[in-house]
Structures are given as structure tokens and as C-alpha cells.
């Protein structure tokens, strides 16, 4: 961090920075995003995710309830309510002592885990009819009440200073307590929060015990929320002079390839008690250069003028500057692309004396949205390749990870994506620090339901009192990412048919939204509002939910929306929904190139599958190429979202009561590409030479039976052979976007594709009547060979059936058993069929169509190498060996 040097010029403490910096080993987890963090003058920020002591009970075990301590709750939002006669304040009389938040209560008996941690992913899965947990919320066991507990020292040179937690999130109704003191707390299970521990701890070295509740009710999300503290917590202590919580906001204007103007705010904070002299302070802060791929702060390039203030005992007050920034290098989203990154030093000063360091990474760049060009990045037109994302990680629940999260990110960016909604709440802050470094731009959502409910316990309870506080501490946590560029404060809400009243809710969301940043445009999911209606006028862009192309068999509404808002940027927020279970193929094949899945047509009730054509889609979605269709007709439109990337735990739609996991994603839940992961590639990545077959050719009971034949590829023409014989070389027209051979008969044998583009040769695909199952292929993702012990570093091994040839057998579903030699663990194991209720951390798990998953932790301290194993009845074992990095 060369940042250090302009503080300190010794040799004594350049020396000792570098052995800090040595000792200083980031968790994996975090090591890309902590790598630039703050630690130097006045400011230590620590992980406290380690040691903690765990229990949930399904019902009460403490008769508490948010109800009864809401009171006490509230003051925690007080930063951010606007107007202070709206602050709350704590009641004077004491909350009520609670047991299991004292010191001395007795917490030997329960779990021992570290954080981040989903107390329901572990299952097992309710398998019954009627469970307490529906196959929306993915039929694990989310509900009741999680107390967490540890300790935590403060020496005496954390005498005078203000000790902050930070939870970046905790599912939900967090209610969080220090030596038996009740400090506040925060109920919205995806938001990051601040408390202030400062009046309730001991700094005298002996510990402090922290004890944080959990309550999750039932029917509480359409969708998997998780449970428990499942992303990271910390410790941050610092002088009371310092910057506040997302206490830096740095904007950039005047962009051109010669300069460019920041601006920053810097709020700061002085929480001496109140009655003591106001302090005179000064910040000076640097502009370094940020090295996206490491997250290193590079060269010093500008230097904004020092800015002043005085603050009292007590005081909050926001300092303003500009600078100039030359020959900017800019940050956009890949390909076209870099995301190059900056990062600003600010140094607090108080008599001559460094008091506070805060670190703000941001990119420089701009963003236009037209309702006639759609969405420009640095004056550069970026149509939308997006994708919806739910915030859990399959097999490994909610519990963040860095790996896993990177991983997802990878295999969408394969496919082309440029763009992530994260639908339909605020992401962890790793997800957008991987989107920055990734150039992957982030539409950053933040509710699925304002104060009319979807379920019954969903966040309309909590609208009236909360929805201003999150969605400020939202924008201000997330607005310094150069990867977000357009906020959603909703999706597909009930407000959108409440004619005024709902728009006047609309319009009070957006405008703390921009209140907050008036930098960036707002938009809602809207799969009920009219063109023109008041709703659409309350948001700054027209982001559609299926409508746009024309939901089923349906017309589409992009004119209409396009004629009553021409000036406004037109999009899918969310597009298609089609399902499919992958690797599965159901017959007969329908001849149009987008239908409503029903029994019989793409779906088979009997065995709960969906047939993986990629032609069916949900009554009030449509297939993806009629989303491109519409997209090639009204060239306005800027893009899509597309309904999922990747498969997600809960709304298993179609069989929504009888599954656990959703059919809706490119990517099954384990992460194995689905057959329209190539149809997406091949749009969205036209210099990609691919060619991808379906379906598979082992079809025994169907020889001399019609069995079509499709085919993506980013080619323009293709002819298909089946055992040699041509079946005919075809164009692709405008406005398709497959090869189809209706008519092929099943034979076994080998079908192959040879494709051209402009009529040279492009890429050519195979695929053959498979052999027998002989053994299992293991494999690591990207073939990484090693892995990081300890930590939250990950290993994703895929297990591949394959016969004599090397083939993967498409329909082969033995059961495998994972194991480990060596320092490590088999985290979770997953196969992406929805229909398994297997619970996700078991190392027995039956292939799914060829493949299987297993997710591989190395122990804390490790250094031999890791083997990784799988076996089953009659095949041939298959293992790989991780090294220790
Ligand atoms: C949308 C909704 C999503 C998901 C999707 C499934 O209407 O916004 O959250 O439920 O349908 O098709």
C-alpha cells in the first residue's frame, strides 16, 4: 500500500508498515476486496467471523419478539432519516435483560461455527405435503429464532476510541446486544448495517460479550431468503474524530479522454461526548491509481485541496473538492471495455496529527440512457446482456463466498453477460467490489415489496418504518461502485395497480433514491404498469418485466410503453422465464420458436422435468429467441435481463410444490451449462466460433422415430449430418436465431454440425450414441489445481459419467460417493436436479444426467495437498489433487 508512504516518511515506519502488511493475511474470502482496505492511521477494521457460539430454536426460546423491542430498534436508522424530526429516540427507561445476552450465560453446549453461515441450507429438506417451508422458499428449514454469540477484547490502546460493528448481513430482524446492553439493531435481512458499541464495551482488556438474535418468520419471501449471519461481520475502531459510515462519496464529470473532474463529499464525525470543544479537522485526500486485478492502490495522480472543518462534540459535517484528474483512464464494462479503478485516500487531521484513513474506490466514467439509443458507457452504446440474480449460492445457501460468487460471475461472463440485476434485494459488498474488478455493470435492486404484501410476512411489515432508511443506507453504501449504474427500488410491486396512492409511493422511493444520488437513473420491475400511467412517470426509465416482448402468446408492449415515454431508456427487466431441467428432452418437439409449458407440451407432471429444447416458457414469459426477436424489431430497446443465470433454491416453478429449486435458470443450480447457455453465446458473443447439438443421441427406444435436431451457433448457415448423410444445409433468416432439423429420424450413430459464417467454414460439433458407463472424470473449474487452506477459498470439482470413448453418458444417474484425502472437507455436494431433496451438505449424491458436483474447502493451517474422490458401484473411480497455494 503505497498509500502509507505520504504519511509516514521514516525508514523506521516504512519498515514497520511492511511487517503489518505481511502479518496482515487477508481471508480468501475477502482478499480481493480487503487488499486496498483501511488500515492505517487511527482506523482498524477486523473480520469478527471467526469462534462464534450458535442456536435456533423453530419456536421462541426467549419470548422476545421485534414488536416488543422495536423501540429500541428504531434509533439505529436515525443516520439515515433525513429530516431529524423524524430521528428516533431510545426510550429512557432500560429495555428488558434478556439471559442469553449476558455475560454469564452458559453457551457451552451449542454450535461452534464461523461466519458467514445459513443456519437452513444443511437442511434436511421438508419432503412432505404441506411443509412448514414451501417449495417457494426452497422447503429448508429458514424459520425461527438464531442467537449468535462471542467475545471480543478491547485493549487500553483502544482507550477514547469509537468501536463500530458492521454486518453486512444478517437474515433478519437482527437485534444485537453488548455485555447484556440491547444496542439496536436492523430487521431487513439483506441490508448492511452500523451500530455503535462505543457506550456499552470494555476497554479495559477483558472481554466483551456480543450477542446478536435472529428471527425469521415463515411465509416471509417468494423466494429462498436464507438464514442466520451469512455474510461478513466486523470490527471497526477509530478516533473519535473520523468518516463516517459510507461516509465518502466521489463523483466524476467533464470526462474526456484528457481529464476529468472528480468532486467529493467527505462527511465526518466527531463522537466526543457532546460538551467538549469543537475540534478543528482537516482532509487531504489522494487519488491513486487502483490496480482492478489485485485491488492494490498504485500510482498518487491528484491530489484534492485540503478541506476544513470545524466540528463540535457531537457534530457531523460533510467537506466538499474537486480536482482535476488527467489523461483518465476510464472504467466500462467488458468486453469492449476496461474497468479501471481509482482510489481515494483521505487523511483526517487534527492538530497536525493523522486521525483517520478511509479508502474509497471508484472508477471514472460516464453513462447516458436514451430512449432512442439505449444505454452509452463513455460515450460507447453497451446493449444490455443482463442477467437476474438471486443472492444464494445453490449448495451453499446464502452463506457468502467470494469464490462461489466469482464463479457465477465467470460463467455468465463466458456466455457474454455484461450486465447483473441483483433481483430483488441489495447484494453482499464483495458482489459489487467482483462486478467492479470484472467490468460487469451492476443494476443494483433493493425491494420486492414496498407496503402491499406478496406473502405474509414479507417486508411490508416494516415499509412504513424502514423503507427510508434502507433504501438510503442502500444508495450510500453502493454508490461509489463504478459497476452500478442504474437503481431499482422495486420489483413487480402490487403500488404499480394502485392508480395514485401507489404512484405517490413510486414517486417518494425515487426521490430519496436520488436524493441520495442524483447521478444515476432509477427504474422498478413493471409487469402491470400502463404505458404512460402515473407509475411509469415516477421512474426515470421504462423497465419492463416479460411485457416488453409479449408475455405467452401475447403481443408485445414495447410500442406502447415506447410511444407514452419516448424519452425514456426502454429494457427487460426481466425477460423470458423459460425452465428446463437440464439434459432432459421431451418429445414431441414444438414447432414455434416460443410456447407456454404445460404437461405434455415441454413438460412431463409424471417425473417433474422440463424439457431442455429452450422453446417453453412460463404462462407470462416467453422463449428466448422471442425475446430477440423483439429486441431486432424495435432497435430503441436496450436490453435484457434475462429470468435467471443461474438456477436458485425455492420457486421451482413448474412443479412449485413439489421441488426444491428453481427450473428457470441457464445454469443448473450446480452450475452445469444448460443447452440455451449456447443460444445466449452465440448472440451475445458473435466472435465466439461455437456450435452446440442437441439433444444428445441415445435414444433407444426411439430408432426410426422423428427426433428433431437444433442447433446453436453463432454461425449464419450449417448443415447437419446424421452417421454421414447430410440432412441438409441450411440459412439462418433473419430474425432466427437456431438451426433446426424438425424432421431428422433417430438411427444411433454420430450426428455432427458443420457450420459458416459468410460462407467460409466456422465451427463443426459432434456428439454420439454413448457407450456403456465406465468411470468417473473429475475436474476443478477453469482446471485450477490448487486452493487456499483455511479461509473461505472453495474448490468446485465436477464429476463427469463417461464411457470407454470419454463421452459423457447423458442419461447416467449412479450414485456417487465423495470423499477426501488429506486437510480437507466436502463442503456441499449438488447434481442440479431441482427434484433431489438429498440435503446439500451430503457426500452421497446421485448424478443428474452425467454430472455431479462437489464443493471443497481446505482446512485452516493446511499444506499437504488435497485428493479429492468419487466413487460408485461398477464404475471406474475417478480423483483429483489440489495443491495447497
Ligand atoms: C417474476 C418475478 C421473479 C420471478 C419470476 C419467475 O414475475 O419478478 O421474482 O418470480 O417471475 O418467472
Redesign the pocket.
Known sequence: MGIRREAFASFAVILLSLVLLLAYVPSPASAATLKCRDRPAGRERTSLNVGWRFQRSETSPDGLSYDQLKAYILPSANDFIKDPAQHHQRPSSPPPPVDRAQAGYDDSQWEQLDLPHDWAVKGPFYTGADPVIDGSMGRLPIQGVGWYRRTFALGPADEGKAVYLDVDGAMSYAMVWVNGNLVGGWPYGYASFRLDLTPYVNKGGEENQLAIRLDNAVDSS??YPGAGIYRNVWLTKVSPVHIGRSGTWVRSRDISTTSATLDITVQLENTAKSGGKAVDVSVVTDVHVMDAASGKAGDKVATFPNATASLDAGGKQSVNGSVSLQNPRLWGPRPEQEPNMYVAVSHVYVGGKEVDTYETPFGVRTVEYSGETGLSVNGQHVFLKGI?Q?HDLGALGAAFSVPAAERQLQVMQDMGVNSLRT??NPPAPELLQLADRMGILVLDEIF?TWRTAKVTNDFHRIFDDWHEADTRAFVRRDRNHPSVFLWSFG??VAEQSQGDAGAATARALHAIVRDEDPTRQTCV?M?QARPGSAFTQAVDTIGL??QGEGRGDGPPAFPSFHAASPGKMIFS??SS?A?SSRGTFLFPVTPANSSIVRDGNGADDATMTVSSYDLY??S??ASPEKVFFAQDTYPWVAGEYV??GWDYVG?P?PYADRARS?Y?GIVDLAGFPKERYYLYQSRWRPDVRNAHILPHWDWPGRVGQVTPVHVFSSADEAELFVNGESQGRVRRAARTYRFRWDQVVYQPGEVRVETYKDGAAWASATVRTTGKAKGLRLSTYKGRAGIRAGGDDLAFVSLDIVDERGDVVPLAGDDITFSVDGPGEIVATDNGDPRDYVAFPSKERKAFNGHALAIVRARAGATEPITVKASADGLEAGEVTLKIE
Do not use: I
Open positions: 417468494r423466494f437476474c438471486h433481483s430483488h420486492d420489483n413487480e420491475g409487469d418485466n416479460y427487466t426481466e422465464s425452465v416458457a412460463v407470462w414469459g429470468w435467471t420457486e416453478t428453481s428457470f
